[in-house]
């Protein structure tokens, strides 16, 4: 029979001193959401005000939705909410399913047991973790790490009874009624702990500061993450860093040129990350990002003629946000996912040419897996049965690096047989985890990171 840990904990006392440790710090949050929850404003903001960051995600085979919200306090402190809703107008009677995406004792911020009777939980790590590598993330304990925690075990699942549009549940185990209570998990804190119980070493609060990922998981399976961080420096500004839950982890053209059919029924969906290092920040206008394009040649004998012309009236696609400020001196929003969810229009047929930013204002490349590339389109867009193809002829071209990824300067170059570079200083061109291959400052990069086509 199935184990879950969690039900109850136990407090066992531990006398160990503790040390607070605190700094004065400037909050900066970044903001996620999914095609089911509401836009939030992306925003410059002050340790005194920053924007609320949310995002959700909907599991239709159970009548549920799974919402994390991260609303900033002021300061470094702020508060997590994870949350399930029964998204249907009756009680809704769903069984425990133990499909946890992170290890369940770990998403408890208040012990290191599982969530218990709720059904959802949620951890912080320290640094910047996405939907592909979440799971080497190290949860850092929100609880005061003096006491130890004796976790109870029950050896039967839950069964929840959602209210009817609401995340209040009784809770059932074994035939056997337990608590009236919320689906939903809350937590404020301005830090983490280390050391304290079962460590050499003392109990201490750690104030935060640098960059942070929040990981939501529910017991259906689903995960969410949302992204902050906090600076000593006194700025702050507002991110928007998405790892929404319908973008699949393993994209099929990962390096382009392949192709997404749109349904008129289910959208297709379509995730872009963003990059974009430079000292003046770029806002970039995220509705009009992608082209829809055709290519048809029109023959007179044996001589054809090429028109082009939009495709785009024969869909419908709308974007995760609707701006994305990115880059300037705190690289803000670097590593930005925008979704794209593309449906097709009744009676719509064809092949389409698939652009990303086409504009010739900006120099933008596909993040290939050994270099950079640069195409006339992406992917084939396909509605109805593809017909007429004009989606026929397109190009690539590759970015070629010749030079070192650092350069080294002497700091006394005029008497170099004197000052054979005792004192020099190194400069770095920015790079993303897993490119081997460094950025070109000004210049827009992307990947795709997820897609889907849809379903009808």
Not at 33 to 60: D, H, I, R, V, Y
Not at 359 to 366: E, K, V
């Amino acid at each position: 029979m199935p184990e879950r840990k969690g039900i109850g904990a136990t407090l066992t006392a531990v006398i160990v001193a503790f040390v607070l440790i605190v700094a004065t710090t400037a909050f900066m949050i970044s903001t996620s959401q999914s095609n089911t929850s509401s836009n939030p404003t992306a925003s410059s903001t002050s340790s005194s005000s920053a924007s609320l960051a949310t995002t959700s995600a909907s599991n239709s085979s159970q009548g549920l939705q799974f919402r994390l919200q991260v609303k900033p306090n002021g300061g470094a402190n702020f508060t997590v909410t994870a949350e399930e809703v029964n998204l249907l107008g009756s009680v809704n009677n769903v069984t425990e399913a133990n499909q946890w995406k992170y290890a369940a004792n770990l998403l408890d911020p208040f012990n290191n047991c599982a969530p218990g009777d709720s059904p959802v939980g949620f951890a912080i790590f320290q640094g910047y973790y996405g939907i592909n590598n979440y799971t080497s993330g190290k949860s850092l304990p929100l609880y005061n790490t003096t006491t130890m925690f004796s976790c109870t075990v029950n050896y039967f699942p839950n069964v929840y009874l959602f209210q009817p549009k609401s995340d209040n549940i009784s809770v059932y185990n074994d035939h056997q009624f337990r608590v009236n209570t919320t689906a939903s998990v809350s937590l404020s804190t301005s830090g983490y702990w280390t050391g304290g119980a079962d460590t050499s070493s003392p109990a201490t609060f750690n104030a935060f500061a640098g960059s942070y990922t929040v990981l939501g998981a529910d017991e259906w399976g689903s995960v969410l993450l949302l992204h902050f961080s906090v600076t000593t420096s006194g700025s702050s500004s507002t991110g928007n860093s998405t790892v929404p839950a319908e973008c699949p982890g393993t994209p099929s053209f990962a390096s382009g040129l392949g192709q997404l059919v749109a349904g008129t029924s289910s959208p297709a969906v379509l995730c872009f990350q963003l990059y974009y290092y430079s000292a003046t920040p770029l806002t970039l206008n995220l509705t009009n990002a992608l082209s829809i394009q055709a290519l048809q040649y029109i023959f007179n004998g044996s001589v054809g003629t090429p028109r082009s012309f939009s495709g785009g009236p024969n869909f419908t696609v709308s974007a995760s946000q609707s701006q994305l400020v990115i880059g300037g001196p705190t690289n803000e929003n670097e590593g930005t996912v925008v979704v794209y969810n593309l449906t097709a229009k009744a009676g719509a047929s064809g092949t389409y040419q698939l652009g990303f930013l086409p504009s010739t204002s900006l120099t933008t490349w596909m993040l290939g897996a050994q270099e950079p590339e640069q195409c006339g389109y992406y992917a084939g867009l396909v509605a109805g049965d593809g017909l007429p193809n004009y989606a026929q002829i397109t190009h690539c071209i590759t970015m070629a690096y010749t030079t070192a990824y650092s350069s080294t300067t002497c700091l006394c170059p005029t008497a170099p047989a004197a000052c054979p570079c005792a004192s020099e200083s190194t400069s770095s061109s920015p790079s993303i985890p897993g490119i081997p291959y460094p950025l070109i400052s000004g210049d827009v990069y992307f990947r795709i990171v997820g897609e889907t086509s849809s379903v009808g």
